[in-house]
């Protein structure tokens, strides 16, 4: 937010869970490392949002191989929210990210109602209070940090782990937050929430984050081959306006963006040069997507090129020994099965050909496919023929010609020949699969909760504590200094906290790292957040109010 001037901006698991009690993966062989003495420890998080266990079998049986996942199966998680059986993305990654359960829309913060059965309430003065991530340990433990998204990167997932905002679509706020926390990789969509324009989720601030970007000496890169040529310590990949496409789509469509695959390994070569270590947090974005459309074509695209990441991220763990792998998704969707009606009494004598041939017919996802479709359907049998329908029948083109929804006429019926059957066209509320790998790592049925602990406790920090330092509440802090502290919200879109005492003057702008004393800004360790009724700072910069 524009604050401050130009010139301050410039500063089924059961199985699983048993196979993984005797330390051993899936294919037999130990999916564990043995933990180094010598430092630096490292951690890497994978999230395929929106995956159910069914698109992971649907995506195996279609390449025709075990998935690098395989190897890591370790248990299974729990991913109710604080008030639900169900999910969204934003509490599950508060969750995953701080090790608190929180409420529908809400990033990193703690929830206001409470109503999940066995689990403790929050008071009324904590309710909204900000609480630290993982990736926010690793930094204040001198660490190499990075996070990376086939999404925006203000979506809810990544923003879970590096943002805090009271509803997952303040773009505005996560982008601002994201960029003032100093992380030395980001990589993924969301450009346009770096300055000011017309589209949706442009900044509203007149804020133009690149400028920031730019005087804090990031390589900003554009392009796959941007990317793979930066020789940067400090890279950020802005790849695309809103989201990335999908990986079956990129060659024909985007093919100028990179896969996640490059992407991670680009992060992990890049931040494995501190001598701190470094935590990487890597989403495999539109599985969720296509799950929500019942796109069985765009799930398996994506948990696909999921797993070569995770391949990525695997293959560095084993040589380096000392890092942690986890990968995990925040919650199920669209309750995919293979089977449905069709095969109530015939499924024993079913091959699986039967229902992955259909899918390979697809060249397209159905949002690569329906990019092809002219306005007045002229080309319906060639784009139907992109996803896979390439006989349509007379019936099915007229219906096709008459929908509402062509996109969701033609995955149910893709789904329909491939006999795959979907519950709903939103999250569901089943346990999801662990996957894990190197020192230390979760195995069993866990909370969500658990895995933000596990990982800050083999970074050696508490994420507690942690809190306590990074978001203390600012108002009642200063006061208690013997500062008159007020929150001036003249400018709406840009919020201030301002201390005064005697001739001293004491700004804290929202989302930014920087305090503002008599004109003057320093640099502290960590973002301030204002969550609509209090204002939060750190320890830090708390001390610099004497």
Do not use: C
């Amino acid at each position: 937010m524009n604050t401050v001037s130009k010139r301050i901006a410039g500063i089924t698991l059961a199985g699983a869970v048993a196979i993984s009690s005797l330390g051993f993966a899936a294919n037999g062989e130990k999916a564990e490392a043995k933990r180094k003495k010598e430092e630096p420890t490292n951690v890497i998080m994978m999230v395929m949002d929106g995956t159910s266990a069914g698109a992971t079998t649907l995506s195996r049986w279609y390449k025709g191989d075990n998935l690098a996942l395989d190897e890591m199966v370790a248990g299974g998680v729990k991913t109710h929210s604080a008030e639900s059986a169900i999910t969204d993305s934003a509490p599950a990654a508060t969750a995953l990210a701080t090790g608190n359960k929180s409420n529908d829309k809400f990033v990193g913060i703690l929830p206001a109602v409470v109503n999940t059965p066995g689990l403790k309430s929050v008071s009324a003065k904590d309710a909204l209070r900000p609480v630290a991530n993982v990736l926010e340990g690793a930094k204040q433990k001198g660490k190499a940090t990075g996070i990376i998204s086939t999404s925006e990167i203000q979506h809810a997932t990544p923003a879970g782990f590096s943002a805090h905002a009271t509803h997952r679509s303040n773009y505005g706020d996560i982008a601002e937050q994201q960029v003032y926390q100093n992380m030395d990789v980001v990589l993924g969509g969301g450009k346009e929430s770096l300055s000011p324009g017309t589209s949706k989720n442009a900044r509203k601030d007149g804020e133009n984050l690149i400028e920031v970007l730019e005087d804090n000496r990031y390589d900003i890169v554009e392009s796959r081959n941007e990317l793979l040529r930066t020789k940067s310590n400090k890279i950020w990949g802005s790849f695309a306006p809103s989201a990335l496409a999908y990986d079956f789509d990129r060659k024909a469509t985007k093919p100028e963006q990179p896969t996640l695959a490059e992407m991670t390994k680009k992060a992990i070569t890049t931040l494995n040069k501190d001598k701190d270590g470094f935590f990487l947090f890597v989403e495999g974005s539109k599985v969720d997507w296509a799950a929500h459309a019942n796109d069985p074509v765009g799930m398996i695209s994506d948990v696909l090129s999921f797993d070569d990441a995770v391949k990525e991220a695997l293959d560095f763990a084993k040589k380096d020994g000392n890092t942690m792998v986890i990968a995990v998704s925040d919650h199920g969707n669209s309750g995919i099965t293979m089977g449905n009606l069709n095969t109530n009494s015939n499924y024993p004598e079913i091959p699986v050909s039967t229902y992955i041939d259909p899918l390979k017919k697809a060249q397209l996802t159905i949002e690569g496919a329906l990019s092809h479709l002219k306005a007045d359907r002229s080309n319906l049998d060639e784009v139907a023929k992109l996803y896979g329908l390439d006989d349509l029948t007379a019936e099915e083109r007229q219906k096709l010609l008459a929908s509402r929804n062509v996109g969701s006429d033609m995955s149910k019926m893709l789904a329909e020949r491939a006999n795959l059957g979907f519950t709903t066209g939103g999250h569901t509320g089943e346990d999801v699969f662990l996957y894990s790998y190197g020192p230390q790592r979760p195995t069993g049925l866990v909370e969500n909760t658990d895995l933000a602990k596990k990982m800050a406790q083999f970074m050696d920090f508490d994420l507690n504590r942690l809190t306590k330092e990074l978001y203390t509440n600012g108002q009642q802090a200063l006061k208690n200094k013997g500062y008159k502290a007020t929150i001036d919200l003249s400018d709406a879109q840009n919020p201030v906290l301002v201390a005064e005492k005697g001739n001293r003057t004491i700004e804290f702008p929202v989302n930014k790292n920087i305090v503002i004393q008599n004109g003057k800004e320093k640099k502290v360790n960590t973002i301030h957040v204002y969550n609509g009724k209090d204002f939060y700072i750190s320890e830090d910069a708390l001390r610099l109010a004497k």
